[in-house]
């Protein structure tokens, strides 16, 4: 749990942007993985994968995915507790 609190805090806004704008579609959405060419895949902890067809706005999703990249790297992965 304290963890998750560090790993929240830690999180670029703009990915904690595009994981709260998912869950507009899906509210347990927590984690939001960028695979080794940027793409990304938002998930629940249960690994559920939220279909949302192009209802979040392209340039919230591009933004979390050049955050992570800047951040991180490629591939990586963020978690936002449903806590926050």
Known sequence: MFAE???????PNEI????IAVRAIDPE????????NGTWLY??????????N???????????SNA???DKGFPCAYHLPLKD
């Open 5 to 11: 609190r560090i790993e929240a805090m830690n999180l």
């Open 16 to 19: 904690r942007e595009a994981i």
């Open 29 to 36: 959405v927590t984690t939001a993985v960028f695979t080794a």
């Open 43 to 52: 998930l629940t902890d249960d690994g559920d994968l939220p279909a949302f």
């Open 54 to 64: 192009n209802t979040i706005p392209e340039d919230v999703l591009d933004a979390a």
């Open 68 to 70: 992570a990249y800047l």
